[in-house]
């Protein structure tokens, strides 16, 4: 789907979470400037479900002044969860009452290749500006949001394994588990994951267990089987800054003073990189051919 525009008379809303942050607000509309570029002129509006302006309805009242006559609405989700089964939904259905224009919803950017890639891209750079280390000496904790739904803990440690699966950082022949002792799902328990010689965990700064304060303890614990790592990538699972963000380097603050022997690193966030750009646009092309064919 690369290349491709909007069709013709289809507009695209998307949609973002919406922050108090100012440098995340400013990634956020930097990012809808690049999926306008890949939408090659269609028309485009940005709308925040909450906390910023402008809001759903709004934005979809500006598209139809420029004219649309149907509207996908893409959510810059990393993942399916609450936002986009519900608070989502009901903010489409409250402006299509007002706008009467039809509106589908795009999925979320899940484990599409452009954001899987793009993951990998900032670890890799990470480790590349580091003092080498053996691979056994270095552990790895991916770090998402955390939601209530069950399933964003399983999609993120999914979205982990479609990382670690490309390229030069899959060691096959090492699987291991990456949930953390009695905190995760039954399901993501079994799930075979080549993680390589070294360590590697999965943490949540709200709602979903392990927490990050768990897993970045439990990647140093020297009863757990391996080596107890001589550095530790923490890298967060987010698109913007904001609040999360900080509390991801808050927790990595802590465990540095915790363990000062150990060289604590957070990997940079996804940000408003054309590689998202295209993944959003690409959900959204998916979402009109399965509706329109």
Do not use: N, Y
């Amino acid at each position: 789907m690369a290349g491709k525009g909007l069709p013709q008379g289809c507009g695209l809303l998307v949609v973002g979470h919406g922050t108090a942050d100012r440098v995340g607000e400013t990634e956020t509309r930097t990012l809808v400037g690049h999926i306008s570029d890949a939408c090659q002129g269609g028309a485009v509006e940005l709308g925040f479900l909450e906390v910023i302006g402008p809001s759903v309805g709004e934005s979809l009242r500006r598209l139809c002044a420029r004219g649309v006559d149907r509207v996908v609405a893409a959510p810059l989700l990393l993942f399916t969860a609450g936002h986009a089964r519900r608070d989502l939904p009901e903010a489409l259905a409250a402006a299509v009452a007002e706008e009467r224009i039809p509106v589908v919803q795009a999925a979320a950017l899940g484990h599409h290749p452009e954001l899987v890639r793009l993951s990998r891209r900032r670890r890799e750079e990470t480790r590349r500006a580091l003092t080498p280390l053996d691979p056994s000496e270095e552990a790895l904790v991916f770090v998402g949001r955390g939601a209530s739904d069950p399933a964003a803990a399983t999609q993120l440690i999914t979205f982990l394994e479609a990382t670690r699966a490309c390229g030069a950082d899959c060691r096959p022949g090492e699987p291991a588990a990456i949930c953390g002792r009695g905190f995760a799902p039954a399901a993501c328990a079994s799930l075979p994951i080549p993680l390589g010689p070294g360590r590697g965990g999965v943490g949540f700064v709200a709602a979903a267990r392990p927490t990050i304060e768990e897993a970045l303890e439990e990647i140093v614990d020297p009863s757990r089987p391996g080596i107890v790592p001589r550095r530790v990538l923490v890298q967060p699972h987010l698109l913007f800054r904001g609040r999360v963000e900080e509390q991801v380097r808050e927790a990595v603050d802590r465990a540095r003073a915790r363990h000062p022997a150990i060289e604590w690193v957070v990997v940079p966030r996804l940000g408003a990189e054309p590689d998202v750009a295209r993944a959003v646009v690409a959900r959204a092309l998916e979402t009109l051919e399965k509706v329109e064919g």
